[in-house]
């Protein structure tokens, strides 16, 4: 353990969720807040960029605030600040970066800048250090992170760090990505069609529960190849790809024919007169017709099997015994259950983040921001918004 406490707060907006979090030693959540903008975005089924923008900059400064507030600090007792680099929206991430630097510059506090996905990644350590303090995740783990703006897998490797047994280092590399929509993508554009409001996850996931997932065979997606080429690697193909890449948007194209051939549209767009406001999964289940049901569960089914199936092949393949499931995707019930049975048959272990950490948030920035406090890998004030980051 390491001798002496660190706070680190934690910032995050690279999309349409304003976090600001502190976490204690990479360890201990002492606040975590989030100001979420889906009541603004909600109208255009997706995130307008320039709305966000304008509503992170609204949101910055109380959301820090609070997030102080609620951990009983003053700002000049934090020992570092944490934010977003990118991966993201590039005026969405402005707005965390710029605020981020100038506290730190006021403050004369060292400012970390952490990757996205190297944050949920975290995500999934931080959750099991809350649920058991002192235990560590055994790694090389296959990781996916699976979200609306990602779909990826990562063979994660942890390196201890020199003199601090309580944190390690993580190393990435890319293993698959989706070639086309991210996973959550696919998720809010089929609600969309349906008119089920935004997000479409949550609700999908609610609605599915009285549908029958076996009433739609969608086709699963096949990933086309190059030759095997010499230069990119034994596992990836040329143009890059490889063969656990995922692919999402056929499906939502496949959900888009049917509720056509299907004469399914005048009810959807019923739904969309009636539907201003929240999604109420009991108003929404009332408005929906039993064939509504079963094509978003037959729609959820078979994305969850391929991100299970293209997971789990690829752990096999890398001699992993471990699997992480992290981003917004990670809160869906199927996915969860489906996981944990299919890890339970292969004898793999599985691991996500509770519903708050597998969506967006600034805790898993913090905690991210740990080992990088520890081996003082500080971001200068020229740090800058990278909406394209690469990890690995
Ligand atoms: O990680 P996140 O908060 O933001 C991004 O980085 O994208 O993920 C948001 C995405 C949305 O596409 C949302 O529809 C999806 O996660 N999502 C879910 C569920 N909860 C959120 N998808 C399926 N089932 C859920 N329960
Ligand atoms: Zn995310």
């Known amino acids: 353990m390491s001798q002496i406490a660190t706070r680190i707060l934690g910032i995050e907006s690279s999309c349409d969720e ?3 979090a502190v976490v204690e030693s990479g ?4 606040s975590s807040v989030v100001a979420s903008q889906f009541d603004i975005h ?3 089924g997706g995130v307008v960029p320039e709305l966000a923008s ?9 959301v820090v605030r609070e997030a102080l507030e609620q951990a009983h600090l003053a700002y000049r007792e934090v020992d570092a600040i944490a934010v977003t680099q990118g991966p993201g929206l590039v005026g969405s991430l402005l707005v ?3 605020y981020g630097k100038s506290l730190a510059w006021a403050l004369s506090k060292p400012l970390i800048a952490v990757h996205h996905l190297e944050g949920h990644v975290h995500a999934v350590v931080l959750e099991e250090k809350q649920k058991h303090p002192g235990a560590m995740i055994p790694f090389p ?5 699976v979200s609306g703006g990602h779909t990826v897998l990562y063979f994660v490797e942890s390196q201890p ?6 944190a390690a280092c993580f190393s990435y590399q890319k293993i698959a990505q989706t070639q086309d929509d991210a996973a959550g993508e696919a998720y809010d554009k089929v609600a969309k069609i349906l008119a089920l409001g935004y997000p479409g996850g949550p609700i999908i996931d609610r609605l599915s529960e009285f549908g029958d997932p076996n009433k739609v065979a969608f086709t699963r997606a096949v990933i086309k190849r190059g030759p095997p080429a010499d230069d990119t690697g034994p596992r990836f193909h040329r143009g890059g790809r490889s063969r656990y890449d995922f692919s999402f948007s056929g499906i939502k194209t496949a959900v888009l024919r049917y509720v056509r051939t299907h004469g399914m549209e005048a009810e959807a767009e019923e739904r969309r007169r009636m539907g201003a406001g929240k999604p109420d999964a009991e108003r929404l289940r009332a408005l929906s017709s039993q064939a509504t049901l079963d094509l978003v569960a037959s729609f959820q089914k078979s994305v969850v099997d391929d991100l299970v199936t293209r997971t789990l092949d690829a752990a096999e393949e890398y001699d992993t015994r471990t699997v992480l499931v992290s981003g917004g995707v990670a809160a869906n019930r199927l996915l969860r259950a489906t996981f944990e049975q299919e890890c339970r048959i292969r004898g793999l272990r599985v691991h996500f983040p509770s519903r708050h950490l597998s969506t967006d948030n600034a805790a898993m920035i913090a905690a991210g921001a740990y080992p990088k406090f520890l081996s003082r890998n500080f971001a200068d004030l020229e740090l800058n918004a990278d909406a394209s980051l690469p990890l690995g």
């Open 18 to 20: 304003t976090a600001a």
């Open 27 to 30: 360890e201990r959540i002492l």
């Open 96 to 98: 965390g970066l710029t």
């Open 161 to 166: 760090l020199a003199g601090h047994d309580d």
């Open 54 to 62: 304008r509503e992170h900059l609204r949101q910055i400064v109380p």
């Open 42 to 44: 909600r109208k255009y």
């Open 141 to 145: 783990a296959m990781t996916l992170v």
